[in-house]
């Protein structure tokens, strides 16, 4: 038909595969066949080793897990008019301004653990003068706001560590933990070798199970975003509905990261005992058994209906 095939196939080193995993912050690559079906496998037979391990260290509400997500902390849903409003401001490159957040807490359900936040700058301007120890987030810097291995290893040491001995204090509890992570590349595989305030054992999931078994991966984040959005959401409809009255893109402006932090904070305040234990159910099924799992969520169809109402 005249026309050439410039079509080339695309070969990338095993190195170049971890690297772009580990920069869009994904653990795990769901597949069909029989990749898939071991990965279940993997998933169903894990929950009886966990056991084990829990029952041969004794840790009644010490067992932890966390996990990473990223946040575009300046982003509206994409069918609302709002989201279309974005596009049309000038320079409004903030929507694609993206953040980690590490989130996690026990599988009895009473303590969260404060949110590590890594951000691409050190010190922005919203936080100038501001204490980053005041903040109700950990607050880390990386250019690429990921996090890294010396980043999680000085979360883990500096900071889960004495929490989790404050709680056992607290709960008269021996001061001990199991922390149940995933493989991620971010998470060391050292980590209950190191040098700590109290002993830590640390339990990585299979390989490409995350998915199917991680608590925090079964209802945790996905409610923690809903209610960031719905929270932001409603601070932009007060605001330019308001005696005050904004146009979007003037609160989105004045929409800095310091705001993101208190609607982080107020978000994961919101997220419910009954939530964080109930996740639990994949991978440690006795443990939620009596737990009604079913969590309000916020749908992002109400955001939508809230967006047609404010055009109307």
Known sequence: ??????????????????????????????????????????????????????????????????????????????????????????????????????????????????????YHSKTPRAMKGISKSSLPVIWESNKKSWITMKIFQNWFTEHFCPSVKRYCKLKKLEPKALLLIDNAPSHPTHLSDLTTCIPVEVVFLPPNTTSLIQPMDQGVISNFKAYYLRRTFRQLIDKTDGEDKQSIRDFWKNYNIMDAVDNINLSWNEVTEKCLKGVWKNVWPELSKDVDTRESIVDVDEIVKLAKMKQG
């Open 1 to 118: 038909n005249g026309k050439s095939d410039t079509s080339e196939n695309f070969i990338a080193c095993r190195g170049w595969f971890h690297r772009f995993k580990n920069r869009n912050n994904l653990h795990n690559i769901q597949i069909t066949g029989e990749a898939a079906s071991g990965d279940t496998k993997a998933a169903a037979a894990f929950p009886a080793t966990l056991r084990a391990i829990i029952e041969r260290g004794n840790y009644p509400e010490l067992v932890f897990n966390v996990d990473e997500t990223g946040l575009f902390w300046k982003r509206m849903p994409k069918r609302t008019f709002l989201s279309r409003e974005q596009k049309r401001a000038p320079g409004f490159k903030a929507a694609k301004d993206r953040l980690t957040l590490l989130l996690g807490g026990n599988a009895n359900g009473d303590f969260k653990l404060k949110p590590l936040l890594v």
